[in-house]
């Protein structure tokens, strides 16, 4: 990435500031000797603005940057003394949004060790092939998890809320260097349609990353920043990052609650909202506060926006929503501005700085403008592979998103939905987000989805899923004739079944596995 571009974006969010001789070189010096994983990006805001509140929650605790790093490094100290944790080893870190989360991330990587981000919605099942697949030495879990955890194998350290504050209060003195290798942090893919699979995410090795993101998403730094996504997302671990670059404060709470969280960005005057585009449909449906808060910028990523959501939001909130569409394997793909969505409210924008995009036939040809085909991203943060060893396919230096997609005359990229989700019945291609996002727009409709179900006679056919807004009715034959008025007749779903909410997982993305026990 090219040096003006850097200083130029660096200076506009406000991080070329000057500050005390003392605390600027220590700040640097943090990052020459720790690097930019999540312990140097945090040594280096303790340096500059030790003081400055970092984590604030739902209970009134607040820690400022310099209590946090000290927590984190008694935390290290404390795992490595008490429970033998050492360089190279995984920790599971099974944990709602709260520092104790964070701490225990910054104190893994302080040790080298690779934190495994558990999603807080997977079953016992599921839990017990993470721990043995990600070969996990410690789980550091909340104490709600209790039950999840007790089948777990007995070698397994297990570290609830009471033993973790006992490791930091019991930590003995030291000296932390920086380890030999990176720990690197494992996300684990959404698993909406099985295991999921852990995906080695790289360390930053400069600005490059957040530069790209800062230069499209205007935040600034100390901003005050609500991370309402959850941190062991891709999305809400980069609203991490950033926020810890940006020595922003951060305001966190345990679990989505639309009025909680108005409530939250008005008190603490919360400049940046990052959150998944169904917490926004939530925020919707509750009344807003008197005087509205005063967001300069509302981030989401995570899942598809839905197509009336984007103008919704924007009328109601003002014109400060930032959609990224990316992924766990390649980080960030393409960023639409609030101008982009008032344009065109289903589009993903365009590439941000230093990022290429190429839309791909299956041959890894490009495909004319305008035309459908597989989406394949570069830039500095792709994934170094899945930790079983499988990787993705890959055309000169792109990554394949797995995603289909196209780009219109204006430049701007529409997703059209997994490969794998696309829909073939009678022989023709039906993409379900075309057909959920025309659904969506009917009044009665709080959400909608559509997926393929198995038909004798056409292969797969289409089912409709639709959750009505309270007291409101609709008529299945009414829903088809409406599809059948703007779309093709192979994108009219023969099939219709109200529910009373769309099962999704903690990120807010469709169950569709949950959708097809439906049809048995």
């Not at 600027?24 to 509140?53: C, F, I, K, M, Y």
């Not at 927590?71 to 520092?99: F, S």
């Not at 014109?319 to 289903?346: F, K, Q």
């Not at 998103?401 to 490969?419: E, K, Y």
């Amino acid at each position: 990435m090219d040096l003006p571009f850097v200083v130029a974006t660096l200076t506009r969010r406000g991080l070329l500031t000057p500050g005390r001789p003392i605390r600027v070189a220590s700040q640097l010096n943090a990052l020459r000797t720790w690097g930019w994983s999540l312990a140097g990006e945090l040594r280096q805001a303790a340096a500059r603005d030790p003081g400055r509140p970092a984590v604030l929650d739902e209970h009134g605790t607040e820690l400022t940057y310099q209590e946090l790093l000290d927590r984190a490094e008694r935390l290290a100290r404390a795992l490595r003394a008490a429970l033998g944790v050492q360089a190279g080893d995984r920790i599971g870190v099974l944990c709602r949004n709260h520092h104790g989360l964070i701490e225990t991330i910054v104190a893994a990587t302080l040790l080298g060790v690779d934190a495994v981000l558990v999603n807080t919605g997977l079953s016992a099942a599921q839990l017990a092939t993470v721990a043995e697949e990600q070969r996990l030495r410690v789980l550091v879990h909340d104490d709600e998890f209790a039950e999840l955890v007790l089948g777990l194998p007995a070698e397994l350290h297990r570290v609830d809320e009471r033993a973790h504050a006992e490791l930091i209060a019991g930590a003995l003195p030291g000296e932390l260097r920086p380890p030999e290798r990176d720990g690197r942090i494992i996300v684990l893919t959404s698993g909406t349609t099985g295991s999921p699979k852990g995906a080695r995410r790289p360390t930053p090795n400069g600005f490059g990353p957040l530069v790209s993101i800062i230069d499209r998403i205007p935040l600034h730094t100390r901003d005050t920043v609500m991370i309402a996504a959850p941190i062991f997302h891709t999305w809400g671990f980069a609203a991490l990052q950033v926020s810890f670059a940006l020595r922003a404060t951060i305001v966190l709470h345990r679990r989505f609650d639309p009025t909680a969280t108005l409530a939250a960005l008005s008190t603490h005057g919360c400049d940046a909202l990052f959150a998944v585009p169904v917490m926004l449909q939530r925020l919707l449906e509750v009344p807003p506060p008197d005087p509205r808060p005063a967001l300069k910028v509302v981030a989401v990523s995570g899942s598809a926006l839905p197509g009336g959501l984007a103008p919704a939001f924007m009328d109601a909130y003002g014109d400060v929503l930032y959609n990224l569409y990316g992924s766990t394997e390649v980080s960030w793909a393409s960023i639409a501005g609030p101008a982009d969505l008032r344009e065109a409210p289903t589009t993903a924008g365009r590439p941000p700085h230093g990022t290429r995009l190429e839309i791909l036939d299956d041959s890894g040809e490009p495909v004319p403008g305008g035309r459908v085909g597989r989406i394949f991203v570069g830039n500095e943060m792709l994934f170094e592979g899945y930790t079983s060893g499988a990787t993705r396919e890959t055309h000169d230096g792109l990554l394949d998103t797995g995603d289909l997609g196209r780009v219109n005359t204006d430049g701007l990229l529409f997703v059209d939905g997994r490969a794998d989700d696309m829909i073939v019945s009678g022989g023709e291609n039906v993409f379900p987000s075309e057909v959920e996002d025309l659904l969506a727009r009917l009044p009665q409709v709080r959400e909608a989805a559509v997926i393929g179900v198995p038909d004798p006679e056409y292969g797969q056919r289409l089912a409709a899923f639709l959750a009505l807004h309270p007291g409101e009715t609709l008529d299945p034959e009414a829903v088809r004739e409406y599809v059948r008025h703007y779309l093709a007749r192979f994108s009219v779903p023969r099939d219709v079944v109200f529910v009373k909410y769309l099962p999704r997982n903690a990120t807010g993305k469709v169950l569709t596995r949950e959708l097809r026990r439906y049809f048995g």
